[in-house]
């Protein structure tokens, strides 16, 4: 038996470079793809967007529901990053509107529904759920929370503005 190994080993030793070569290279492929698919880090969450791009309002343009009175996507070329989220237009003209005056674009309660946060717990708005009134974006995570909202905007407006502060204690700021 020791006479067959030193026959075998002498190849065997040759095949364990390329093998561990592979090995290697299979390993840092794996390692490369869990970062590359890993979520964002350390974005704000007091701004809802999307967590593997980072996108605020999963990339909706937040200046198109004034304009343009309902969501429109925002393109790659006229994007800018603002309160640690990344925000896209879908003009240069938008884009600079927002950069002019955020606080004027930024989705109320940072575009979680504004049902939740008038009952006081943080749920993420959905784009094409939303309502302008006195100027402000506010966003649902359903029509129905939208139709809820719409039956007594006042009285929920004040809830959610009393309990934003405290909900926003509890979301990471970056």
Avoid at 32 to 49: D, F, G, Q, S, Y
Avoid at 120 to 136: K, L, M, Q, S, T
Wanted: a positive charge; one cysteine or more; aromatic letters at 12%.
């Amino acid at each position: 038996m020791v006479a067959l190994q030193s026959k075998t080993n002498p190849a065997s030793r040759r095949q364990r470079p390329a093998a561990r070569g592979a090995l290697w290279r299979a390993c840092g492929m794996i390692a490369w793809l869990a970062l590359a698919t890993t979520p964002a880090a350390a974005l704000n969450e007091r701004i809802v967007h999307d967590t593997y791009t980072g996108l605020a309002l999963y990339g909706f343009d937040p200046v198109a529901y004034f304009t343009e009175g309902g969501p429109r996507e925002g393109k790659a070329d006229y994007e800018s990053e603002h309160d640690g989220v990344f925000w896209r237009f879908a003009s240069r003209g938008n884009a600079a509107a927002f950069a002019a005056a955020p606080a004027v674009y930024v989705p109320a309660y940072g575009g979680h529904s504004a049902v939740a946060a008038a009952a006081g717990f943080p749920v993420p708005g959905a784009p094409e759920f939303f309502a302008i009134r006195d100027n402000r974006l506010f966003l649902f995570s359903s029509a129905q929370q939208r139709d809820q909202w719409l039956k007594d905007a006042a009285r929920l407006i004040a809830e959610a503005d009393a309990r934003w502060p405290v909900i926003i204690e509890s979301l990471a700021s970056r």
